[in-house]
């Protein structure tokens, strides 16, 4: 079992940054794709960003140029560098990892943009 676990979260300012970091543990044999998740309120969960083990990135649209993912994988640890953060990120992100049995997520963090 992977316990993912989530720190980073908070209130910013439009144009400011945050840096959400997620770390795995328990029993580890293998993480394949690792990355986040968000989800508004009243919206469908929504894939932010993702991270092969090899280091290829997949970045969504509306974050592209801002948001910037990385990990390493003798930590079992995956990074989020959020940038030039705009009112409409405010979520709950979520991370996300896959093994070759199954996904999991962690508990959540709230980001909120707001002056």
């Known amino acids: 079992q992977v316990q993912l676990v989530e720190s980073g979260g908070g209130l910013v300012q439009p144009g400011g940054s945050l840096r959400l970091s997620c770390a795995a543990s328990?029993?580890?044999?293998?993480?394949?794709?690792m990355g986040w998740y968000r989800q508004a309120p009243g919206k469908q969960r929504e894939l932010v960003v993702s991270?092969?083990?090899?280091?290829?990135?997949s970045t969504a649209g509306a974050v592209k140029g801002r948001f910037t993912i990385s990990r390493d994988n003798a930590k079992n640890t995956v990074n989020l560098q959020m940038n030039s953060l705009k009112p409409e990120d405010t979520a709950v992100y979520y991370c996300?990892?896959?093994?070759?049995?199954?996904?999991?997520w962690g508990q959540g963090t709230q980001v909120t943009v707001s002056s």
């Open positions: 991270i092969t083990r090899g280091g290829s990135t």
């Open positions: 996300y990892a896959n093994d070759i049995t199954r996904g999991y």
């Open positions: 328990g029993t580890i044999f293998y993480l394949d794709d």
